[in-house]
């Protein structure tokens, strides 16, 4: 009996994951679509999805709140920094220092889509492909 409840919880874990993949993708591919036509508040918004399908696409259980899937993403985010030396330079030039200010970026984001930040559209232009780009390579 225990062996068949291990099962069923090792496919319904991976039944999410492959879900939450799937949904990364659904997101990131709206959030290209809504920044080429320069709508930033709904690709800001498809950009907080995409991270939140990202970090449990990858990892489990899933996150809920915020705090646990900035952690997750931060370290993602370290592991893949550490094996792409040019990051840092586009962050530089994004005016973002360190990891921690690109989980407030993406979570920025999803503040602006609820009218919690604001933000103009020269900044917006230039940083929304970078986190699309940077979930994407994630």
């Not at 800001?44 to 696409?57: D, F, P, R, T, Y």
């Not at 997750?72 to 920094?81: D, E, G, I, P, T």
């Not at 030396?85 to 609820?114: C, T, W």
């Amino acid at each position: 009996m225990d062996c068949e409840r291990q099962n069923h919880k090792s496919v319904v874990v991976t039944l999410s994951q492959k879900l939450y993949a799937i949904r990364l993708q659904e997101h990131l591919a709206h959030a290209k679509t809504l920044s080429n036509k320069g709508d930033y508040v709904q690709a800001g918004e498809k950009i907080w999805g995409a991270l939140s399908a990202l970090v449990n696409s990858r990892l489990i259980p899933e996150a809920k709140a915020v705090d646990h899937k900035k952690k997750r993403f931060l370290s993602l985010f370290n592991s893949y920094l550490m094996r792409t030396p040019n990051l840092r330079s586009q962050m530089r030039q994004l005016g973002l220092k360190n990891d921690d200010e690109v989980f407030h970026a993406i979570y920025g984001l999803h503040k602006f889509f609820y009218g919690g930040a604001n933000y103009n559209n020269q900044y917006l232009s230039k940083i929304v492909p970078f986190l699309i780009s940077l979930i994407e390579k994630l």
